[in-house]
């Protein structure tokens, strides 16, 4: 952004300093100047002159031989070829030694035998425009000798801003000034709004409805009448110039003019072709036309919100303006329009349409919603003194919902303390009061509405630091700790988690956390899913609630591209909604776990092999995964239950359970998700939750010492009712058989003849040992006894003969 000196001056005093010396304050501030441009500079040599005397050059018809003042006290012989001027006009003369912008240097030399000291130039000559008809004329009340930057207000000093999209408040001439006089200790000077109203009420001209309130959040406008279209007075133009705008006739010039003061862009109506002289803020229909100043037709959408009549659109808020209603210079009746948009709206709209304008620049990182009065009467005093208006009487001002500024703390104790050195709360309330927060209370500060950026209390802090400069904060080395503090056990256990898995042969994957309805709904998991405002596409419009759809996808496209087997794992977060989240307390609106899950399909090495040809994962490939996990954690009691699960095949589904709490699930993928996905068989999933298992983790094992006593090891067959867990069996044996049963595993289930029908076989390796002694026969025989009485009379079952 361009930000011209001259035009600063006119509200903040630089007490002398030097272009340079503003350009670096103002970058060490954060508003970078990435360079300074003097457009007057090219111009150095060339000065004021009026011709004297004019006669014909005795040997060319097409010359003439000029006699010059140029403030050198001597006239100077100057030939000339040009014919637009007359003996007393004011015109540029390019002294001997003048280099001009074309590259042309002057030197005194004879044309056709006269002698020529400097040259006389056109606007093209001075690279000021195309024009090279004529002399250029200059305004007769100039003195002679002046240098012709000066006489043309080019002797500025323009400085070339990189304001970061968080700063639309620094987007204008006063927001750099309001920053220069911060840096320099003095006040910032608001231009006047010399407004002279009629007694005609601006409401009885026009009617303004806004249907869009949340897109619009306030549009005012003002009413001038009687306005003769024609040309803006050169110091606007020049200053438009100098700031990359061309000049385009006195209202136009002025909404923009007034948007690089204030940065707060503005349109101008021909009010006589407003149908119904009503203006309707909404939402486009779907199709709808609109032929924009650019000449070009655009096809909008429901996503765009237009600016209206009562028949038709005009304005593409917050772009591009419409040609149906520009102003011409048939033109009297102006409706000035300065609005606020919501940044979102605006910046979609110039992104659809591929447009890309100072307006939208500005809308698109937000404008001050209480400033729009102050420019509004701004503007309108400028067009009525330019153009030779009356303004109606008051404006015609629709806030659908006021907006508040926010507060924010600020402890002064707290800003010495971050910044590391110590700040007075005197220097610090001037240096806010200054950028134009207010002081609520010792504690309390109101952040101007412009201030988009600043959300707490180390914004403020900070504001004060660049303020007060980076270079006053001390360098200083860290202060080392004398005791490294230690690893978070959550950290600890991931890694342990990641280690687990690459060593039972998973790789980690890491997808999206968005993911299409469709694959929640496989694993009926879309029921309140959070929904993604801005999708990058409908395959990724929700927040995903379990990992599991995310896992089977890449089995879906390790099988496109012929993967013989699939064994990933990935550690990331689920999000589920937050029925007490959002609000004006900003809760967030979806809760957070951390899981670990994953999915193995197809062969069991990957590969096939002599060895196990074919051999396929199963279930107990995955609970292999999940034990992997709990061993590395040295989670202990796990049980492991059945369970019922809409995603889970019947016949292969568990839960890891401890002491009561589930530590995750696992089993085969349900046909239904399968057949929904498109999915081959034979998925096995499993998932964790990773704040349980941290909970449930002995990160630092306790050492016992080895029993010195042998153990007796003994097989027990049981007939159990079919139904019956293994699990519940097993429970069992360890519960009666303490503390002399040290483990007992099952190591064989058997159905069919000679079993009756509806039982089963169950038969277990049981270890007993004691802590103090070597077991006797007679003690082991005693507890197997009690062990099998009480599997008859709990549970149904008796030893196998």
Same mark, same amino acid.
């Given at each position: 952004?361009?930000?011209?000196?001259?035009?600063?001056?006119?509200?903040?005093?630089?007490?002398?300093?030097?272009?340079?010396?503003?350009?670096?304050?103002?970058?060490?501030?954060?508003?970078?100047?990435?360079?300074?441009?003097?457009?007057?500079?090219?111009?150095?040599?060339? $000065?004021?002159?009026?011709?004297?005397?004019?006669?014909?050059?005795?040997?060319?018809?097409?010359?003439?031989?000029?006699?010059?003042?140029?403030?050198?006290?001597? +006239?100077?012989? $100057?030939?000339?070829?040009?014919?637009?001027?007359?003996?007393?006009?004011?015109?540029?003369?390019?002294?001997?030694?003048?280099?001009?912008?074309?590259?042309?240097?002057?030197?005194?030399?004879?044309?056709?035998?006269?002698?020529?000291?400097?040259?006389?130039?056109?606007?093209?000559?001075?690279?000021?425009?195309?024009?090279?008809?004529?002399?250029?004329?200059?305004?007769?009340?100039?003195?002679?000798?002046?240098?012709?930057?000066?006489?043309?207000?080019?002797?500025?000093?323009?400085?070339?801003?990189?304001?970061?999209?968080?700063?639309?408040?620094?987007?204008?001439?006063?927001?750099?000034?309001?920053?220069?006089?911060?840096?320099?200790?003095?006040?910032?000077?608001?231009?006047?709004?010399?407004?002279?109203?009629?007694?005609?009420?601006?409401?009885?001209?026009?009617?303004?409805?806004?249907?869009?309130?949340?897109?619009?959040?306030?549009?005012? &406008?003002?009413?001038?009448?009687?306005?003769?279209?024609?040309?803006?007075?050169?110091?606007?133009?020049?200053?438009?110039?100098?700031?990359?705008?061309? &000049?385009?006739?006195?209202?136009?010039?002025?909404?923009?003019? $007034?948007?690089?003061?204030?940065?707060?862009?503005?349109?101008?109506?021909?009010?006589?072709?407003? &149908?119904?002289?009503?203006?309707?803020?909404?939402? =486009?229909?779907?199709?709808?036309?609109?032929?924009?100043?650019?000449?070009?037709?655009?096809?909008?959408?429901?996503?765009?919100?237009?600016?209206?009549?009562?028949?038709?659109?005009?304005?593409?808020?917050?772009?591009?303006?419409?040609?149906?209603?520009? $102003?011409?210079?048939?033109?009297?009746?102006?409706?000035?329009?300065? &609005?606020?948009?919501?940044?979102?709206?605006?910046?979609?709209?110039?992104?659809?349409?591929?447009?890309?304008?100072?307006?939208?620049?500005?809308?698109?990182?937000?404008?001050?919603?209480?400033?729009?009065?102050?420019?509004?009467?701004?503007?309108?005093?400028?067009?009525?003194?330019?153009?030779?208006?009356?303004?109606?009487?008051?404006?015609?001002?629709?806030?659908?919902?006021?907006?508040?500024?926010?507060?924010?703390?600020?402890?002064?104790?707290?800003?010495?303390?971050?910044?590391?050195? =110590?700040?007075?709360?005197?220097?610090?309330?001037?240096?806010?009061?200054?950028?134009?927060?207010?002081?609520?209370?010792?504690?309390?500060?109101?952040?101007?509405?412009?201030?988009?950026?600043?959300?707490?209390?180390?914004?403020?802090?900070?504001?004060?630091?660049?303020?007060?400069?980076?270079?006053?904060?001390?360098?200083?080395?860290?202060?080392?700790?004398?005791?490294?503090?230690?690893?978070?056990?959550?950290?600890?256990?991931?890694?342990?988690?990641?280690?687990?898995?690459?060593?039972?042969?998973?790789?980690?994957?890491?997808?999206?956390?968005?993911?299409?309805?469709?694959?929640?709904?496989?694993?009926?998991?879309?029921?309140?899913?959070?929904?993604?405002?801005?999708?990058?596409?409908?395959?990724?419009?929700?927040?995903?609630?379990?990992?599991?759809?995310?896992?089977?996808?890449?089995?879906?496209?390790?099988?496109?591209?012929?993967?013989?087997?699939?064994?990933?794992?990935?550690?990331?977060?689920?999000?589920?909604?937050?029925?007490?989240?959002?609000?004006?307390?900003?809760?967030?609106?979806?809760?957070?776990?951390?899981?670990?899950?994953?999915?193995?399909?197809?062969?069991?090495?990957?590969?096939?092999?002599?060895?196990?040809?074919?051999?396929?994962?199963?279930?107990?490939?995955?609970?292999?995964?999940?034990?992997?996990?709990? =061993?590395?954690?040295?989670?202990?009691?796990?049980?492991?239950?059945?369970?019922?699960?809409?995603?889970?095949?019947?016949?292969?589904?568990?839960?890891?359970?401890?002491?009561?709490?589930? @530590?995750?699930?696992?089993?085969?993928?349900?046909?239904?998700?399968?057949?929904?996905?498109?999915?081959?068989?034979?998925?096995?999933?499993?998932?964790?939750?990773?704040?349980?298992?941290?909970?449930?983790?002995?990160?630092?094992?306790?050492?016992?010492?080895?029993?010195?006593?042998?153990?007796?090891?003994?097989?027990?067959? @049981?007939?159990?009712?079919?139904?019956?867990?293994?699990?519940?069996?097993?429970? +069992?044996?360890?519960?009666?058989?303490?503390?002399?049963?040290?483990?007992?595993?099952?190591?064989?289930?058997?159905?069919?003849?000679?079993?009756?029908?509806?039982?089963?076989?169950?038969?277990?390796?049981?270890?007993?040992?004691?802590?103090?002694?070597?077991?006797?026969?007679?003690?082991?025989?005693?507890?197997?006894?009690?062990?099998?009485?009480?599997?008859?009379?709990?549970?149904?079952?008796?030893?196998?003969?």
């Amino acid at each position: 952004m361009k930000i011209s000196l001259s035009w600063l001056s006119d509200y903040v005093e630089t007490k002398g300093s030097t272009p340079d010396e503003l350009a670096r304050r103002l970058t060490m501030a954060g508003l970078e100047v990435e360079g300074l441009e003097r457009p007057g500079a090219a111009l150095n040599g060339v $000065v004021v002159a009026q011709i004297v005397e004019s006669n014909k050059h005795p040997d060319a018809d097409k010359l003439s031989v000029t006699k010059i003042d140029a403030g050198q006290g001597t +006239l100077l012989q $100057v030939v000339c070829g040009a014919k637009n001027y007359q003996v007393g006009d004011k015109v540029p003369l390019a002294t001997v030694g003048t280099k001009l912008p074309n590259g042309t240097e002057i030197k005194a030399a004879p044309l056709r035998g006269i002698d020529s000291h400097g040259m006389l130039c056109s606007a093209r000559e001075l690279g000021l425009s195309d024009e090279h008809a004529g002399l250029l004329i200059l305004d007769p009340a100039l003195k002679v000798g002046t240098p012709i930057a000066q006489a043309l207000a080019m002797d500025d000093v323009l400085f070339e801003v990189n304001v970061t999209p968080n700063r639309p408040d620094a987007l204008s001439h006063l927001g750099i000034a309001r920053e220069l006089a911060t840096l320099l200790g003095t006040t910032v000077k608001l231009p006047a709004a010399k407004l002279a109203e009629s007694a005609l009420p601006a409401s009885e001209a026009v009617t303004i409805r806004i249907e869009d309130a949340t897109r619009c959040l306030r549009y005012a &406008a003002r009413v001038i009448e009687g306005v003769k279209v024609g040309p803006s007075p050169a110091w606007m133009q020049q200053r438009l110039k100098a700031c990359g705008m061309r &000049a385009i006739n006195n209202l136009v010039d002025v909404t923009n003019y $007034v948007m690089l003061e204030w940065g707060q862009p503005l349109h101008a109506f021909d009010l006589d072709r407003i &149908a119904g002289a009503q203006i309707v803020v909404r939402a =486009a229909k779907a199709g709808e036309k609109l032929t924009t100043l650019d000449g070009k037709e655009r096809a909008l959408s429901p996503e765009d919100l237009l600016i209206a009549d009562r028949d038709a659109g005009l304005v593409l808020a917050g772009v591009m303006g419409g040609a149906s209603s520009e $102003v011409t210079e048939k033109t009297s009746r102006v409706l000035l329009e300065c &609005a606020t948009f919501q940044p979102m709206t605006v910046r979609r709209s110039a992104k659809r349409h591929g447009l890309h304008t100072e307006s939208s620049h500005r809308f698109e990182r937000g404008t001050d919603v209480s400033a729009v009065p102050a420019v509004l009467d701004r503007a309108a005093a400028l067009i009525a003194e330019l153009g030779g208006g009356t303004v109606r009487a008051g404006r015609v001002d629709v806030v659908p919902k006021p907006i508040a500024p926010r507060r924010v703390k600020l402890r002064p104790a707290r800003v010495s303390a971050v910044l590391g050195v =110590a700040v007075p709360e005197a220097e610090a309330v001037k240096i806010l009061t200054c950028l134009g927060f207010q002081q609520v209370d010792a504690e309390q500060w109101e952040v101007p509405l412009a201030r988009v950026d600043v959300g707490g209390e180390e914004d403020l802090i900070e504001e004060i630091a660049r303020i007060r400069g980076y270079d006053t904060i001390p360098t200083v080395l860290p202060r080392g700790l004398g005791v490294l503090a230690p690893e978070p056990k959550g950290t600890l256990a991931e890694r342990r988690i990641r280690t687990a898995l690459a060593g039972a042969g998973l790789d980690e994957v890491v997808n999206y956390s968005f993911v299409a309805p469709a694959e929640l709904a496989a694993f009926v998991a879309e029921e309140g899913a959070i929904a993604v405002t801005n999708p990058l596409s409908a395959e990724q419009s929700m927040m995903r609630t379990t990992l599991l759809p995310s896992l089977v996808q890449n089995v879906l496209r390790s099988a496109r591209h012929q993967a013989q087997g699939v064994r990933f794992y990935e550690i990331a977060r689920s999000y589920r909604p937050d029925r007490d989240g959002g609000g004006p307390n900003h809760v967030p609106v979806a809760i957070e776990r951390l899981e670990v899950a994953g999915v193995l399909w197809g062969l069991r090495d990957n590969a096939r092999t002599w060895t196990a040809k074919d051999a396929a994962v199963d279930f107990y490939d995955a609970k292999a995964a999940v034990e992997a996990v709990l =061993a590395a954690l040295h989670v202990e009691n796990v049980r492991w239950e059945p369970l019922d699960s809409p995603w889970y095949h019947p016949r292969s589904a568990a839960a890891v359970m401890r002491d009561g709490k589930r @530590l995750g699930t696992l089993g085969e993928l349900h046909p239904r998700a399968q057949q929904r996905l498109d999915a081959p068989a034979g998925i096995f999933l499993f998932q964790l939750d990773v704040e349980e298992l941290v909970a449930a983790a002995v990160l630092v094992p306790q050492a016992s010492p080895l029993t010195r006593f042998p153990a007796v090891l003994r097989d027990l067959a @049981l007939v159990v009712p079919l139904p019956l867990e293994n699990e519940a069996i097993r429970r +069992l044996i360890v519960e009666v058989g303490a503390p002399l049963v040290e483990d007992a595993r099952v190591f064989d289930v058997y159905t069919g003849k000679p079993i009756p029908e509806g039982q089963k076989n169950v038969a277990f390796a049981l270890r007993y040992r004691a802590a103090d002694r070597t077991l006797t026969d007679v003690e082991v025989n005693a507890a197997h006894a009690k062990i099998v009485a009480e599997v008859n009379q709990r549970l149904g079952g008796q030893l196998r003969q």
